[in-house]
């Protein structure tokens, strides 16, 4: 049963004009076969029949003209009482004329409609007043009230699911859009992260180099060691930006190892070292605290701020200072070297890079020559409960 009333609403969606024309060929034939068997005062005849015809053709409009088919289909119907003819199914198709103006039109049509009804009711009790006595005008006035607030009703589902289905499909694009902006992020992450590793290695790489080939005639097994370490630090390099790579590629995270954080801060600094600029790791106070998420952060400040002496510093030495304090991580990264070109000290994209880092926190950054000598970068991250 359910099956059948889904084929028929398909079909009616399709070609709702069949339906009506059916429905239009079943009032003209219930309207005649009811004459033909029934008692009324008058036979049916010719007249009946046109009337009948009359009545019976508007509804073909139903759904077009909802409020026209009711003027005009009541008319016949009026003629019909008149005459002395039953309107025992011709006239309850009225009821299904004032449902479709209410279903099918607007509030000022509906209006319009339920002034006509009023208008149709009095032209019974002119036309019939000894069968349209009060109790058959009650329920005459009371099955039209029903079909207009049936109708009415229909119309409110209707805009009710028309507007759930705007909602949902605003919800999906929203969400389509929202994973589209977290994709957007992530692979924006991940080039940061292709960038901070790539411009350390290679700075790293650039410096060894440079030694290397500065002392191989003097001293043969310091070039030799040079380039080990270029070719352990390409290596490794080259398997960390695979593993990004990779992520990014098939958008999971398999294979790709865990991010670095504070406590990969003394690796940091060692790998510094051995490639020729010496670098004093301070970490003061209990940084066990930090959330992983920060500590990549600072992890990716100081690398950046060793990348930049390592590349424009010239011989130097480095201090990295890492402390909490009251609820903020403190980083401050100095070097004695000759300071920064003009393109750092305006802030180069290593430098923007560590403060859009540092701005996800809600902290600052600073970065300049320092009065004693050299370069400083210092930022403040906070984490507490008052960032």
């Given at each position: 049963?359910?099956?059948t ?25 219930g ?12 036979a049916?005849?010719?007249?009946y ?5 009359a009545g ?8 077009r003209?909802p409020l026209?088919?009711?003027v005009?289909?009541s008319?016949?119907?009026?003629a ?10 011709i ?10 103006v209410a279903?099918?039109?607007d509030?000022?049509?509906t ?5 006509w009804?009023?208008?149709?009711l009095v032209?019974?009790v002119v036309v019939?007043?000894e069968?349209m ?5 009650a329920?005459?006035?009371a099955?039209?009230?029903g ?9 409110e ?13 605003l919800?999906?694009r ?6 589209r ?7 924006l992450?991940i ?27 003097a ?10 370490s270029?070719?352990?630090r390409?290596?490794?390099a ?8 990779g992520?990014?590629?098939t958008?999971?995270?398999e294979?790709y190892?865990p991010p670095p954080?504070l406590?990969?801060?003394?690796e ?10 010496p670098?004093?790791?301070?970490v ?6 930090v ?12 690398q950046?701020?060793?990348?930049n002496v390592?590349?424009?510093?010239g ?5 990295v200072?890492?402390?909490q304090v009251?609820?903020?991580l ?26 859009e ?7 600052t ?20 409960a008052?960032?």
């Open positions: 049963m359910e099956a009333w889904a084929r028929l609403r398909a079909l009616d969606d399709e070609r709702p004009w069949l339906l009506d024309a059916v429905l239009a060929a079943l009032l003209f034939a309207a005649v076969l009811s004459a033909a068997l029934g008692t009324q005062t008058r049916p005849d010719a007249t029949v046109a009337l009948v015809a019976a053709a508007p509804y073909l409009l139903r759904r003209a026209a088919v009711l005009v289909a008319v016949p119907v009026l019909v009482l008149a005459l002395g003819y039953t309107s025992a199914v006239g309850s198709g009225l009821f299904l004329a004032a449902y479709s279903a099918w039109s509030g000022r049509r209006v319009l409609a339920a002034g009804v009023v208008v149709v032209g019974l019939e007043p069968a006595a009060f109790g058959e005008l329920t005459n006035a099955l039209f009230g079909a207009i607030a049936l109708g009415r009703g229909i119309t589902r209707r805009r009710t699911v028309a507007l759930l289905a705007d909602r949902a499909e919800a999906e929203a969400r389509v859009e929202e994973s902006r977290a994709v957007a992020d992530e692979r992450r080039a940061q992260e292709l960038h901070d590793v790539i411009g350390h290695t290679l700075g790293v790489i650039a410096l060894q180099a440079g030694v290397g080939a500065h002392v191989i005639d001293d043969p097994a310091e070039a030799k060691a040079c380039l080990v270029v070719s352990e390409s290596r490794s080259l398997g960390e930006v695979r593993r990004i790579l992520a990014l590629r958008g999971e995270g294979g190892a954080g406590d990969a801060l003394d940091l600094a060692a790998e510094v070292t051995a490639a020729g600029l670098v004093e790791l301070r003061e106070g209990d940084v066990g605290d959330p992983a998420a920060l500590g990549l952060t600072a992890y990716r400040v100081v950046e701020a060793l990348t390592v590349k424009h510093a011989p130097a030495r480095a201090t200072t890492v402390r009251d609820g903020a403190l980083i401050d990264v100095a070097d004695d070297g000759r300071g920064a070109p003009a393109v750092v000290a305006a802030g180069g994209h290593g430098q923007l890079g560590m403060g880092r540092v701005a996800v926190w809600g902290g950054l600073t970065a300049g020559t320092d009065p004693q000598g050299g370069y400083r970068v210092s930022a403040r991250l906070p984490f507490g008052d960032a």
